[in-house]
């Protein structure tokens, strides 16, 4: 069983940083991609940024030259580091690893919570 775990959120100020880290665990899928995803109070859950499987980085427009995502497969970790945070920035954030060689299998975590306030 495939299990991922997401570390490190809390409560920052405008303009400061915040690393978060996830790790998977299990009998993982070898192609993948891990992502983290965002989601705040009454809106849909949005992807923000994805690291593939020795493949590309993406990310959503809003966080794009602010959070940087990094992916180390011989730990199986996915890191993203969010610089210059905005109080839009304030949401659960979640780690996902999906396979890439099967649709619709795809494992989530808990979340972490991340608030920008002064």
């Known amino acids: 069983q495939v299990q991922v775990e997401e570390s490190g959120g809390g409560m920052v100020q405008p303009g400061g940083s915040l690393r978060l880290s996830c790790e998977a665990s299990?009998?993982?899928?070898?192609?993948?991609?891990m992502a983290w995803y965002r989601q705040d109070a009454g809106k849909e859950r949005e992807l923000v940024a994805a690291a593939f499987w020795r493949g590309p980085t993406t990310y959503a427009d809003s966080v794009k030259g602010r959070f940087t995502i990094s992916r180390d497969d011989v730990y199986n970790t996915v890191s993203l580091q969010m610089n210059n945070l905005t109080p839009d920035d304030t949401a659960v954030y979640y780690c996902?690893?999906?396979?890439?060689?099967?649709?619709?299998?795809?494992?989530w975590g808990r979340g972490t919570l991340v608030t920008v306030s002064s």
């Open positions: 299990g009998n993982i899928f070898r192609r993948n991609v």
């Open positions: 996902n690893l999906r396979n890439l060689e099967a649709p619709g299998q795809e494992v």
